[in-house]
């Protein structure tokens, strides 16, 4: 089965940038999605077809996608950020939705 | 548009459990729907989708045989049907709409979960 590697933590002062990366096997080749999950909610889309934004989100997250790493990338990060972060694709192969481990963004 | 999920609870191995979600606010049976999950302090699983007109079901490994998703487009509701229940099958289960159809979409909006506890 497709796999989706995460770090499981990024730390971040404030008015930095924070960057995650969804590590998979040619993941350039698919589509990548990025879900925001604050403690005690439910997730929130936040990048959709490797770049874009939902309405919404904030122009401070943006994606990027080549070979095989995914980049979410949170620029002027602040407090309210501050939440787990998911990566997800569809594997054509298996025909299966994978999520990617999580990695827990730490604001400073 | 809205999802909220309902039937959770808790419930002991081995026995069945039917989770339903009342969708509102956007044309539900022109969209595939999902079921993902979430074990306590864990992270996010894909359970089960289905495309517009049910004629397209998929299932993950963990749950294919046990789990049986349906939908009904004229009352606008998902479902899911878990029998034979394991203690791992504990998690918050989210009813997630579609972008469009199954595929390279993406999972918008959100419900906000229902609980299911499998234990003796």
């Known amino acids: 089965s497709f796999i989706l590697t995460q770090p499981p933590s990024v730390s971040v002062a404030p008015g930095k940038t924070a960057t995650i990366t969804c590590g998979g096997h040619?993941?350039?080749?698919?589509?990548v999605q990025w879900y925001q999950q604050k403690p005690g909610q439910a997730p929130v889309l936040v990048i959709y077809?490797?770049?874009d934004r939902p309405s919404g989100i904030p122009e401070r997250f943006s994606g990027s996608n080549s070979g095989n790493t995914a980049t979410l990338t949170i620029g002027r990060v602040e407090a309210g950020d501050e939440a787990d972060y998911y990566c997800?694709?569809?594997?054509?192969?298996?025909?299966?939705?994978?999520f990617g481990t999580g990695t827990k963004v730490t604001v400073l | 548009v809205q999802l909220v999920e309902s039937g959770g609870g808790m419930v002991q191995p081995g026995r069945s459990l039917r989770l339903s979600c009342a969708a509102s606010?956007?044309?539900?049976?022109?969209?595939?729907m999902h079921w993902v999950r979430q074990a306590p302090g864990k992270g996010l699983e894909w359970v089960s989708s289905?495309?517009?007109?049910?004629?397209?079901?998929i299932y993950a490994d963990s749950v294919k045989g046990r789990f049986t998703i349906s939908r009904d487009n004229a009352k606008k509701s998902l479902f899911l049907q878990m029998n034979s229940l394991r203690a791992e099958d504990t998690a918050l289960y989210y009813c997630?709409?579609?972008?469009?159809?199954?595929?390279?979409?993406?999972?918008?909006?959100w419900g906000q979960g229902t609980l299911v506890t499998v234990s003796s």
């Open positions: 997630v709409k579609d972008s469009g159809n199954l595929g390279s979409n993406w999972f918008d909006p």
């Open positions: 606010g956007f044309n539900f049976g022109g969209y595939a």
């Open positions: 289905i495309n517009w007109n049910s004629d397209t079901i």
């Open positions: 997800q694709v569809w594997d054509s192969t298996s025909d299966h939705y994978v």
């Open positions: 077809f490797d770049t």
């Open positions: 040619d993941i350039g080749s698919k589509s």
